[in-house]
């Protein structure tokens, strides 16, 4: 857990660039991020204002971890936001059972990589 603590820096970086890199494409090309996602088309116009809509609260969300790595007095709440929005997609894409074997479970991996990491080191600030 210390390394973790000691590193915090660059996970936070790391970790929020992934999340932004990774959801920014839903902002702007949302029929074509769904269906490299879960291989699946959008064609109604309100599901794609929920797309894009869903990949801006997650970019925005990767933009806070990476101003939390510089501001630490900031971390709780980021941290915490953060990692409620990633368990919430990994429960409901894994819930779903449809997405088993989509590329969406490279991004739920990715998630969990990422909640054990940020949820490590909030219970070794305690």
Not at 80 to 94: D, N
Request: include cysteine; hydrophobic fraction near 60%.
């Amino acid at each position: 857990m210390t390394w973790i603590v000691q590193n915090i820096h660059w996970i936070l970086i790391v970790s929020g660039f992934l999340t932004f890199a990774v959801m920014l494409p839903m902002c702007f090309a949302p029929r074509w991020a769904v269906n490299l996602l879960f291989e699946e088309d959008l064609t109604a116009p309100s599901s794609l204002l929920i797309a894009r809509s869903w990949g801006a609260m997650i970019a925005a969300s990767g933009l806070m971890l990476i101003y939390a790595a510089w501001h630490p007095e900031t971390r709780l709440p980021i941290l915490l936001y953060s990692i409620v929005g990633k368990l919430g997609f990994i429960g409901l894409t894994v819930g779903n059972g449809r997405y088993a074997r989509r590329p969406a479970m490279a991004a739920v991996i990715g998630d969990v990589l990422i909640v054990a990491l940020l949820a490590r080191y909030l219970l070794a600030q305690k």
